[in-house]
């Protein structure tokens, strides 16, 4: 039997997994029906998150694995990127050129420390290098030195999720916009299998999820230009800068161990700008576009996992590895679906 033979698969979900994941079964000739409450997507961690690929920062926080993975990743990323670019005729801006790790000199043990962390880990040596950080970014010449790390960059997650939105339709696509609490009693009989990947909203059915608060601020800096993401180096805070097209930057912050959904607090948008402004002076005369802060779906061990459940599968737990960690676990996932359709072929012969 033909994919496009096959009852739709229900993808429970329209965030990054569920479009990403739509997009390449759909390409594969599977028909694919997407169900969420919020069909824009922008409530997910997807939409809210800075979008960064950095295997080597998230390998220095959790697990060297990370950055094996991260490092095949961002190839996939880079084709799967062109074609989406193509197929939408739209341009989603990314940049895998490195990032910068900088610092105050009143703060230089936190870069000592990252700079330790960094020579521990057995990974190639090629991947980082100190360097005047006006080599890479000439506006950040009043700090001292800087540690650039390759390979990482970001994705423009705004465009990305539009794009993804395009194809899924001229691939044929359904949309339902709908909430989903209970799988078995919502969706509609002639699926041929479910796929959660509802984030959050799965927490009913996944008890060992908890959420991961993350803080993100967008701003409008005309004054400066900056072409990479930057990590600034804390005591409160350990910041990114990540930039978008049309002097755009999203800035954002470590994790909270939270699952408070309020908006960002006065407190916390104080801290942030405070550090901001002390990084580049030129954000004083910003426009805020916006504050978000969302929860990041995780695992005890931080890590995603691709489960089996009584429908199908569920994909679930990124934490703050949805866009470092995607491609692998969408063609995991593709694997494991198309043996699931197989099987239950040869059971009906």
């Known amino acids: 039997m033909s994919h496009s033979q096959h009852k739709p698969i229900a993808i429970v979900g329209a965030g990054l997994m569920g479009r990403l994941l739509a997009w390449r079964l759909l390409r594969q000739g599977y028909k694919v029906t997407l169900f969420d409450k919020d069909l ?3 409530q997910s961690a997807g939409f809210i998150a800075a979008a960064m690929i950095s295997p080597i920062s998230e390998a220095m926080a959790a697990d060297i694995g990370l950055y094996h993975e991260g490092k095949k990743n961002l190839s996939i990323w880079q084709q799967w990127l062109t074609e989406l670019n193509q197929v939408a005729k ?5 940049q895998f050129d490195g990032s910068l790790v900088v610092s105050h000199p009143q703060d230089k043990a936190l870069f000592d420390r990252f700079t330790l962390k ?6 190639d040596t090629v991947d980082f290098a100190h360097c005047r950080p006006e080599t890479r970014e000439p506006e950040l010449a009043h700090f001292a030195e ?4 390759l390979p990482e960059g970001y994705i423009d997650n705004v465009a990305l999720f539009s794009a993804l939105k395009t194809v899924i339709d001229t691939l044929g696509g359904q949309w339902v916009e709908q909430c989903i609490d209970n799988t078995k009693e919502a969706l509609p009989s002639d ?9 959050m909203g799965a927490k009913k059915a996944l008890p060992a999820l908890r959420g991961v608060r993350g803080e993100i601020l967008r701003v409008h800096a005309p004054e400066v230009t900056l072409h990479r993401p930057i990590r600034f180096l804390h005591p409160r805070y350990q910041l990114y ?3 978008r097209p049309k002097s755009e930057y999203v800035i954002g912050a470590t994790q909270l161990e939270s699952e408070d959904t309020r908006q960002m607090t006065v407190r916390s ?10 990084l580049h002076t030129g954000f004083a005369e910003a426009e805020i576009i916006s504050f978000s802060a969302g ?3 995780a695992f005890l061990d931080n890590l995603p996992k691709i489960q089996e459940t009584s429908q199908g599968l569920s994909l679930n737990g990124f934490f703050r590895h949805g866009y470092l960690l995607s491609p692998m676990f969408i063609e995991q996932t593709i694997q494991r679906i198309s043996a699931t359709l197989l099987k239950t072929e040869l059971t009906a012969c």
């Open 241 to 243: 800068i990540v930039p």
């Open 90 to 94: 739209q341009s989603i801006d990314f």
């Open 118 to 123: 960094l020579n521990q880990l057995a990974i």
């Open 191 to 199: 699926c041929s299998m479910v796929i959660d990947c509802r984030g």
């Open 295 to 297: 929860l990041r779906p």
């Open 146 to 149: 800087a540690i650039e790390l």
């Open 269 to 278: 948008a104080l801290e942030l700008l405070s550090a901001l402004y002390s």
């Open 40 to 42: 824009s997507g922008r």
